[in-house]
Every structure is written in structure tokens, then in C-alpha cells.
């Protein structure tokens, strides 16, 4: 299933913002809060998910990627797995291949499955893990380092696997406050420079270690809450972000960003927003 002109298969992606060329989806037709796996569902477990909201939502930003120029790709939904729309979770591009994920939650085992064979029709050659388990908003990549989320999702063990498969990179282990669930929900990297942070979920010295290498720009606990950090850069300055995070997008403006707004606050509830929805599968410089 394709939203757009199928191009020659060849994944490729050495940072979280170069040029997206191409990336892979999956609409949230049976998106529901069934077992809570993190804060932000339990907030609206009782509210739940308005599908047909999440779908219409959805279906705007893929509309906005394909006027950006980004070729998409949409895995098919299945109702055995609500949270499939989290695309990122299930798999990371490093280098010149995808990785396939091993998921840590019950309600979302098997989804690896569905994204290899994806993969495998598509002529792309996925490469799994020893069993070590790792989820891919923990992995955010800037060129030859790979920094790794140890979380509740992800264990120490995937980083020295991750460090043997990838010689060439230096692979950075960052611990954070295992509530917010990934990395990539409180630490986003924007540019060679800039990267956006909740520095409440990070020890002084991970911070001082960021900041040695980027310009981090804040977000506080309530946008942070409203997944303020989990914008999407794909490429030019350009990064989508939701309306609601005024602070977030003022920063972003104030230092040269486009700011691409989006509404995602039905897909939040669930606990991610565009860099959770998407698996990028081509970047180019």
C-alpha cells in the first residue's frame, strides 16, 4: 500500500534531519488505549481515541509530507495491533540498513513481523537483533554517533550489539527517567547544532555532555507533556510540529526554523506524535 511514486529501494539515513525522501506509515484505523504503557495514556485512558479524528489527522500530515516533497509508504493497519501507527518504535534506519526492532510491551509483539515482510517485498534487506531488546524512538542518529535511550524499552545489552553491527559509529548510551517511555520523547535532534530537550529527564551530566556538542533548546514540562519534542525534521530547516506547542514552535521560529503545524492531539493521547509516526527510510544530504 503506497500514497505516492514508488522510487528504487536503497534505505540510506545518517542523521535525524537531512532531506526525508522517503518514509514509511501506518494508519491509525484501530488506534485504542487497550493495556496503558505510558503516562500520557493513562491520562486519557477513560477518553480513549476518537479513530475517525486520529484518521482524518493522520491523513493530513501525510498529505503535508507528500507536498513537502517526501515519498511515503503505508504499512496496511491491523486490528491485532492499536498501536501501529508508532512506526519509528518498530524499526531504525542506520547507515544503509533497517532495523528491525524488538518490542518490550505484549500488546505490541508482532508488529516486527509485519514491517520485515513489508520490508522484504519492497526489496529492502531488514536486519534484526540478537534478541536484545530495542524500540527505535530510542535510537536517534547524527552522523557517525548513535545515541541509545536506556529505558523501559531498551537495554544495555542492544548497545553493545548495536556498537559490534556498527563499527564506523560511535553508538552513546543516554540514560533518562524511564517514565517518559523513549528518548526521542525528551531529547530530538534538529540540525548539525540545535536539538530540542526536557532536561528534567536527564542527569546534569548527560546534559553537559549534549550541550558540549549542541544547542539545546527547552521545553517545559507541560509541552513536553503535550510530546512538544517529538517534532519531525525532514530536511532545510523545515520541522513539523503541533499548533498546540506555541512555545516550542516560537523557539524553533526564533532560531530559523520553518515550522510545519500539524494537529496530532488525538493521535498524542496515545503517547507519540510525528517523529513516533514515522520510519524513515531515506535521507539524503
Given at each position: 500500500m503506497s500514497a505516492f511514486t514508488k522510487s528504487s529501494p536503497s534505505a540510506r539515513c545518517k542523521s535525524e534531519y537531512d532531506s526525508l525522501r522517503r518514509v514509511l506509515l501506518c494508519p491509525p484505523e484501530y488506534m485504542e488505549i487497550k493495556d496503558v504503557i505510558n503516562d500520557v495514556q493513562k491520562s486519557?485512558?477513560?477518553?480513549?481515541?476518537?479513530?475517525e479524528k486520529a484518521m482524518q489527522q493522520h491523513k493530513k500530515f501525510l498529505e503535508a509530507?507528500?507536498?513537502?516533497?517526501?515519498?511515503?509508504?503505508l504499512l496496511n493497519?491491523?486490528?491485532?495491533?492499536?498501536?501501529?501507527?508508532?512506526?519509528r518504535d518498530i524499526g531504525f534506519t542506520v547507515g544503509d540498513t533497517v532495523y528491525i526492532a524488538e518490542m518490550a510491551s505484549e500488546i505490541r509483539q508482532g508488529e516486527e513481523g509485519v514491517l520485515q515482510k513489508w520490508l522484504t517485498k519492497n526489496d529492502f534487506q531488514p536486519e534484526?537483533?540478537?534478541?536484545?531488546?530495542?524500540?527505535?524512538?530510542?535510537?536517534?542518529?547524527?552522523?557517525d554517533t548513535v545515541f541509545v535511550g536506556i529505558s523501559s524499552?531498551?537495554?544495555?545489552?542492544?548497545?553493545?550489539?548495536?556498537?559490534?553491527k556498527l563499527p564506523e559509529f560511535e553508538v552513546i548510551p543516554i540514560s533518562f527517567d524511564e517514565k517518559y517511555l523513549h528518548l526521542d520523547c525528551v531529547f530530538n535532534i534538529l540540525s548539525p547544532t540545535e536539538a530540542l530537550i526536557y532536561e528534567e529527564a536527564l542527569d546534569q551530566e548527560t546534559i553537559d555532555m549534549l550541550s558540549n556538542r549542541y544547542t539545546l533548546?527547552?521545553?517545559?514540562?507541560?509541552?513536553?507533556?503535550?510530546?512538544g519534542t517529538n517534532v519531525l525534521s525532514i530536511g532545510d530547516r523545515r520541522v513539523f510540529s503541533q499548533p498546540q506547542n506555541t512555545k516550542v514552535n516560537a523557539l524553533l521560529r526564533a532560531n530559523d526554523f520553518r515550522v510545519i503545524e500539524v494537529d496530532f492531539s488525538e493521535i498524542i493521547k496515545s503517547g507519540g506524535a510525528f517523529?513516533?509516526?514515522?520510519?524513515?527510510?531515506i535521507r539524503e544530504e
Open positions: 486519557y485512558q477513560e477518553e480513549n481515541i476518537n479513530t509530507l507528500q507536498h513537502e516533497g517526501v515519498e511515503t509508504d493497519p491491523s486490528e491485532a495491533f492499536p498501536e501501529q501507527v508508532f512506526t534484526a537483533l540478537g534478541g536484545n531488546r530495542v524500540e527505535g524512538g530510542d535510537v536517534l542518529i547524527d552522523r524499552r531498551t537495554c544495555k545489552n542492544a548497545v553493545d550489539e548495536l556498537q559490534k533548546l527547552p521545553v517545559d514540562q507541560q509541552e513536553q507533556f503535550a510530546l517523529r513516533c509516526c514515522t520510519l524513515p527510510l
